[in-house]
Nanobody
Framework: QVQLVESGGGLVQAGGSLRLSCAASGLTFSNYAMGWFRQVPGKEREFVTGIWWDDSTLYADSVKGRFTVSRDSAKNTVYLQLNSLKSEDTAVYYC???????????????WGKGTLVTVSS
């Protein structure tokens, strides 16, 4: 059974930082692109970033230069460092795994349950 378990969300002031983690189990980590999406109430879940099996990365324009994704294959964990946070970054952040990529929702095979990030202004 595949599980993606996120952690690290919380309340932070604008301009602050957080690091999210996603621990994966039940899958062959090296065969999957890993990524992060986010969602606010009333809006669609949107792509934030992805990291592929060759460590290539992709970022949404809204987070480029502020967020950094990384993966640790020894720990089957993907991380998201969030810096220079803005109030518009407030959302539930979901970890995603896709054998064909993660930059589009229909490519995602597995989702985590999400972790809430709240940025106060």
């Amino acid at each position: 059974q595949v599980q993606l378990v996120e952690s690290g969300g919380g309340l932070v002031q604008a301009g602050g930082s957080l690091r999210l983690s996603c621990a994966a189990s039940g899958l062959t980590f090296s065969n999957y692109a890993m990524g992060w999406f986010r969602q606010v109430p009333g809006k669609e879940r949107e792509f934030v970033t992805g990291i592929w099996w060759d460590d290539s990365t992709l970022y949404a324009d809204s987070v480029k230069g502020r967020f950094t994704v990384s993966r640790d294959s020894a720990k089957n964990t993907v991380y998201l460092q969030l810096n220079s946070l803005k109030s518009e970054d407030t959302a539930v952040y979901y970890c995603a795994a896709g054998s064909g990529g993660v930059h589009l929702r229909h490519l995602v095979n597995y989702w985590g349950k999400g972790t809430l990030v709240t940025v106060s202004s």
